[in-house]
């Protein structure tokens, strides 16, 4: 079964209510930077979201450096973002 893909308009509703994460320039995924600390914070965190990640079946594209991590969330199988990326990006705001 296909996993439907949002609509412009679903799309622009969903990144309002996600402050900090932005429409990638091909429109395609979403993404968002964080910050901490140090090394040992970033990677801690990226724990939490793999767990996360694991639990919904549903794994973000990521980076790493130092104290940075940027995540890059889209549905392969709808083509662009869906409503699974809105609800991940929620989760992992929960856990910054």
């Known amino acids: 079964m ?13 990144l309002a209510g996600l402050p900090q994460w932005q429409l990638r320039a091909d429109g395609l995924a ?5 910050r901490f600390a140090d090394f040992s914070e970033a990677f801690a965190f990226m724990t939490r979201v793999a767990l996360l990640a694991e639990a919904q079946d549903h794994h973000p594209e990521w980076f790493n450096v130092w104290n940075r991590v940027e995540i890059t969330l889209t549905t392969h199988d709808a083509g662009g ?8 990006a929620r989760e992992i705001n929960k856990l910054a």
């Open 2 to 14: 296909a996993i439907p893909h949002l609509s412009d308009a679903e799309r622009a509703a969903a």
């Open 30 to 34: 979403i993404t968002r930077t964080f």
């Open 81 to 88: 973002i869906s409503a699974r990326d809105v609800k991940m």
